[in-house]
């Protein structure tokens, strides 16, 4: 278990997510942010503070979404 960023975190990039994360497991992907499924402990706070909500834990991202699981995951291997 573990939040996933959406596309819609591309373009605004404004970082607000990383401010709030306890363990820090949010990096810059290039085109956008990505969490760190390894080292997510599920808070939600970054959830709460996207201007945007692109954020969801991977159990309720949105099917249109669906391939950002991956793609944060990815980033990790
Ligand atoms: S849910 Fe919490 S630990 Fe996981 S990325 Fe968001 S702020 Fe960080
Ligand atoms: S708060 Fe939202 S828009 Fe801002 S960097 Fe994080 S995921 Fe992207």
Redesign the pocket.
């Known amino acids: 278990m573990a939040y996933v960023?959406t596309t819609?975190?591309a373009g605004?990039?404004?970082?607000?997510?990383?401010e709030v994360c306890p363990v820090e497991c949010?990096h810059d992907a290039g085109d956008?942010?990505v969490i760190d499924p390894g080292e997510c402990i599920n808070c939600g706070l970054?959830a709460v503070?996207?201007?945007?909500n692109?954020?969801f834990q991977d159990t309720d991202v949105p099917a249109e979404h669906a391939a950002s699981i991956a793609r944060n995951r990815d980033v990790f291997l």
């Open positions: 960023i819609g975190c605004v990039k404004d970082a607000a997510c990383t949010i956008q942010f970054c503070t996207c201007p945007v692109a954020i």
